[in-house]
């Protein structure tokens, strides 16, 4: 099955700096990457994610790039602000074989802090 | 808010117990997930569903299981409940279960077994 390795653990940077969170996957076959971002007790909220034919897609702050080849992609957050801190969560997903034939592997995840 | 309820929000029970958690999914969702969150852990997917039928099982112990009614509501019932069982229960929905549909998350039960 997939496997997917998130690195770092842990995170801290200065308000205003970048912040940058990177998987590698393990199944070559898999083709979709979703970044979640996990508040202290709350829910896993989608935040970006990219399909594998395209190689990087941004929002605002946030950009996701993917390297099909080495089998990484990363989450990259600029300017940072201090409510950008929480755990994001790196995730992958093979082709289903149909309706109902999709699951999710997620990453350890990465808990960022925004010093200010 | 996602659309995706649970019920209960927290549990407390003692262990050898038996406890069920409900999820609702999203309205034309099919697709349903379970997740375990265990303190400072990622999330462990544990069992999907996809309109009333099993489909997948992930680290799911014999002691749990799950089902989802014909009105796609799930449950999760978690038996003979030992201390390590106590975390963070999330359940997601997708519309259709394919490559590529947003899981969209529940708010979570919060399980304590003491």
């Known amino acids: 099955g997939e496997n997917v390795e998130q690195h770092p653990s842990t995170l801290s940077v200065q308000e205003g700096d970048s912040a940058v969170i990177k998987c590698t996957y393990s199944d070559s076959a898999s083709n979709y990457f979703p970044w979640y971002k996990q508040e202290l007790g709350k829910r896993p909220q989608l935040i970006i994610d990219i399909r594998s034919n395209v190689g990087e897609k941004k929002d605002q702050r946030i950009a996701v790039t993917l390297n099909k080849t080495a089998k990484h992609f990363s989450l990259h957050i600029t300017e940072t602000q201090p409510e950008d801190s929480a755990v994001y969560f790196c995730?992958?997903?093979?082709?289903?074989?149909?309706?109902?034939?999709?699951?999710?592997?997620f990453g350890k995840g990465t808990k960022l802090s925004v010093i200010p | 808010d996602s659309g995706v309820t649970q019920t209960p929000k927290h549990l407390i029970t003692a262990t050898g117990q038996r406890v069920t958690l409900r999820c609702s999914p999203r309205s034309g969702d099919l697709s349903v997930y379970w997740y375990q969150q265990s303190l400072d852990q990622g999330l462990q997917f544990l069992i999907q569903?996809?309109?009333?039928?099993?489909?997948a099982k992930g680290n799911i112990l014999e002691r749990f299981s799950a089902q989802q009614f014909p009105d796609l509501h799930s449950e999760l019932n978690l038996s003979s409940l030992e201390l390590g069982d106590s975390a963070l229960y999330f359940c997601?929905?997708?519309?259709?279960?394919?490559?590529?549909?947003?899981?969209?998350f529940g708010p979570g039960t919060r399980l304590t077994v003491l």
């Open positions: 995730a992958a997903s093979y082709p289903s074989a149909g309706a109902g034939s999709y699951q999710l592997t």
């Open positions: 997601a929905s997708a519309r259709a279960g394919t490559s590529g549909d947003t899981q969209y």
């Open positions: 569903y996809y309109n009333g039928e099993e489909r």
